[in-house]
């Protein structure tokens, strides 16, 4: 019989965290050099993704890898990037390389060309996802979970080992690996954790509301990089190879992601309290450049923010690694080898 997590979000003070975020704090421009570096955006064709994408071409990266569904919005991307930055005219300095997320073999095949190609790897920001109101199944889950969850953190492992190897060849380098999250994770009382198959219950389709869905992967991907880091600094040799590997919140933004919500409260809302997507961006970037000390946090406006109070707790712990186990059975099965790869 499946154990069952009670689980109590004080959606009270999340509320007052995103408001005062909203209303009083502007992110600061990002100033940090990335001359020399190799940098991966994924989802960067528009919103965020394009905006921090911007954002390091303007600070010099070497190498700026767009990693996008189609490779046509990702050249539109690339132009825009180079007419909208004044003082740099390096169009080689940023390739576009093909990403979907839904395809386990995209994924796969998008991993493998990084760890094949390029000599080095010093920030990835992992930003693509979605939030749709349609239930569909691709490859066999739920496509949010795919998405948001699934093969982001195919990627997040897939990637350690070339992280790793540029700390060691590029002693000067602090590799950094930020998963783009969000607030929402305050709002779910995450009732799957107690079914006995956590996602054979996220494929139910009767189940399925958008939203809601989009909260539980905010969630999920918390619990993952939380119990990974963990994992990972009790491994051999963690510290002499340390990667940044921290989430970030970039607040409410004008983005594509929202792009199927029409209610008249939402629209409102976004009005109200919307950042500009190159807001937005900026937190990406101040993520990818955090100290040591964003090891494993959730950034958010530039410094580290306590995630929801019940995941510091016993409970949060059993439900962190009961997620852990569930999922890195999945992805082991995609990538055989992968744990062990990544130090695991």
Known sequence: MAKTFQIQPNVGAGLRLFLHSQLFVTPPYPEASFSGKTVIVTGSNVGLGLEAARHFYRLNAAKLVLAVRTIAKGEAAKEDILKSVGGRNDADAIEV?????????????FMERVLMELPRLDAVVLNAGINTKIFKAVEGHEQTTQV??????????GLLPKLRQTKTGFPDSMPHLT??????HRLTNFPEISASDLYERLNEEESYNGQKRYEVTKLLEILLVRELVARLRSGPGFKAHPVILN??????????LSRESSSLGLRLMYKLLGRTGEVGGRCLVLAASAPENSLGEFQSDGKNQNVEDWIYTDLGDEVQKSVWSQTVSILEARKPGILKNAGL
């Open 179 to 184: 998963v783009v999250s969000s607030e929402a």
């Open 247 to 256: 989430l970030v919140n970039p607040g409410l933004c004008y983005s594509t």
């Open 97 to 109: 390389w093909p990403l979907d997320q839904a395809s386990n073999q995209s994924t796969i095949d």
């Open 148 to 157: 948001n969850v699934l093969n982001t953190f195919l990627l997040v492992l």
